[in-house]
């Protein structure tokens, strides 16, 4: 199936900027919405804040001209859904920094009640999957069915050159435990720069999204908000003509494919395995460590473990980076047992 591809600028600028771009993405026939920007969040005050209502009425007169064109906007709060009710709005986002407020987000959604306007919510800048998953269930209460999510990254301390760090497992997480659920995702926000969004958008549809919200302006470099990240028109229609979209199916007939995952499925056990065998020996050492009454944690014993396994990594051809993040976790969990085991269980 085609995704689902939401494209249009950060913010509705002036009237000649949002026409020329909208007039230029209604050529693109991949195109299944418009996003444009009427009230803007800024993070400080002072900055270009959208233009409102004014800019309302210019959606309305682009709607009459291309009827068959969807649009959609941010709402932040009940005022801007009353709104955006009386005008030619096919759909509304909850923003990153709304997601994470509770009495925020139910006022939206309360407001909402009864419209069935399709309602897309964006992760919170925060790494914890309930709160986007609780503004999800806040639309689902109130009856909105038509709900999808968008994944626009999130703000954490590393965020590896991205404007916010995608962590894929979030969202991949999200759809496992909402299957149903479609998924968008807004390469825009998460690269924050345009030479990135090309590549994050493959990763999004070879990781099963649905689709991909877009930030295009037709002259990017002068853009009010968001200047780095936007594409021109003629740039997303070059990129959308590039992305390749593969089959969610797996092919069930393909033994070499079977082969594969036989293996893989032999080598989960032996590493599960050797798991276990790595945690009882833990425990064993911390009857040491409590018998000569040493502390649990051994600073220098960590560092030479883990210096010694991020060159072992190195040299089998693992990224170091990925062995740093694993073996942190194991040698947590090591922690955490034996002082579960010290302190006689509680
Ligand atoms: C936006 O999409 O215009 C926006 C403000 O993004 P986010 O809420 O993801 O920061
Ligand atoms: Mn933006």
Redesign the pocket.
Same mark, same amino acid.
């Given at each position: 199936m085609s995704p689902i591809i939401i494209a249009g600028p950060?913010?509705i600028e002036s009237r000649s900027q949002f026409t020329s771009v909208v007039e230029s993405l209604a050529t693109l026939p991949q195109i299944s919405m418009i996003r444009c920007?009427v009230w803007?969040p800024r993070t400080m005050p002072g900055g270009f804040e959208g233009l409102g209502e004014e800019a309302l009425l210019w959606i309305d007169e682009l709607k009459k001209a291309h009827p068959n064109l969807k649009f959609c906007c941010e709402v932040a709060n009940a005022h801007h859904v009353e709104a955006v009710l009386n005008h030619s709005i096919d759909a509304v986002w909850i923003g990153a920094r709304t997601t994470g407020s509770p009495f925020a987000v139910q006022e939206i959604t309360e407001a909402l009640r009864g419209s069935n306007l399709p309602v897309l919510v964006k992760n919170s800048p925060i790494p914890d999957i309930h709160v986007w998953i609780g503004a999800l269930e806040r639309c689902r209460k109130v009856g909105l069915n038509h709900i999808a999510a968008i994944h626009r990254g999130f703000d954490i301390y590393n965020n590896l050159g991205y404007r916010n760090n995608p962590l894929w497992e979030i969202p991949m997480e999200l759809h496992r435990l909402m299957p149903d659920l479609p998924l968008i995702c807004d390469p825009?926000?998460i690269c924050g720069r345009r030479d990135l969004i090309a590549q994050v958008s493959q990763t999004a549809l070879d990781l099963h999204f649905d689709g991909l919200m877009v930030?295009v302006h037709p002259s990017p470099a002068d853009a009010l908000?968001?200047a780095s !990240? !936007?594409i021109t028109p003629d740039e997303l229609s070059d990129m959308l003509s590039r992305l390749v979209v593969r089959s969610a199916e797996t092919s069930g007939t393909d033994d070499d494919l079977r082969a594969l995952r036989s293996h893989i499925d032999d080598i989960d056990r032996q590493l599960l395995t050797l798991l276990a065998d790595r945690q009882k020996t833990s425990l064993n050492i911390a009857a040491i460590k409590q018998r000569d009454n040493m502390t649990i944690f051994q600073p220098k014993r960590w560092s030479e473990v883990l210096a010694d396994r991020i060159a072992q990594a190195k040299e089998l051809g693992l990224d170091p980076s990925y062995i740093k993040d694993l073996y942190e976790k194991i040698h947590a969990q090591s922690v955490k047992d034996q002082e579960t085991l010290l302190s006689g269980g509680n």
């Open positions: 950060c913010s920007g803007k825009s926000h930030e908000t968001d !990240q !936007q």
